[in-house]
């Protein structure tokens, strides 16, 4: 069984960074992809970004690439989603998911996920 929690989330306005952090219990962190999905109000889950479990890959959905990176820590069991130039639209609460020995691509089936955290950004 894995857990994942999350944290980080804040107010931030417009143009700032913030870095999103979630950290996972058990000791096969290393066998999971991990992924950053968001869900705005009203809106359906949406994927953020993703890292494949041997760490080869990350994948990105349109709207952050290049303004948001995935990264791990192994030794912290922690997954981070830094987040540049923020925007009004990127105000959602972010969840971690993990799927054992995944792709992170947003089509794949995550088996746990977190509680999330609500990041804000103000104009």
């Known amino acids: 069984q894995v857990q994942l929690l999350e944290s980080g989330g804040r107010l931030v306005q417009a143009g700032g960074s913030l870095r999103l952090s979630c950290v996972a219990s058990?000791?096969?962190?290393?066998?999971?992809?991990h992924a950053w999905f968001r869900q705005a109000p009203e809106k359906e889950r949406e994927f953020v970004a993703g890292?494949?479990?041997?760490?080869?890959?990350?994948n990105y959905s349109d709207s952050v690439k290049g303004r948001f990176t995935i990264s791990r820590d192994h030794a912290k069991n922690t997954v981070f989603l830094q987040m540049n130039s923020l925007k009004v639209e990127d105000t959602a609460v972010y969840y971690c998911?993990?799927?054992?020995?995944?792709?992170?691509?947003?089509?794949?089936?995550?088996?746990?996920w977190g509680q999330g955290t609500q990041v804000t950004v103000s104009s």
């Open positions: 998911a993990a799927d054992f020995q995944g792709s992170g691509s947003p089509g794949n089936e995550y088996d746990y």
């Open positions: 058990g000791p096969t962190f290393s066998r999971y992809a």
């Open positions: 890292c494949s479990w041997r760490g080869d890959t990350s």
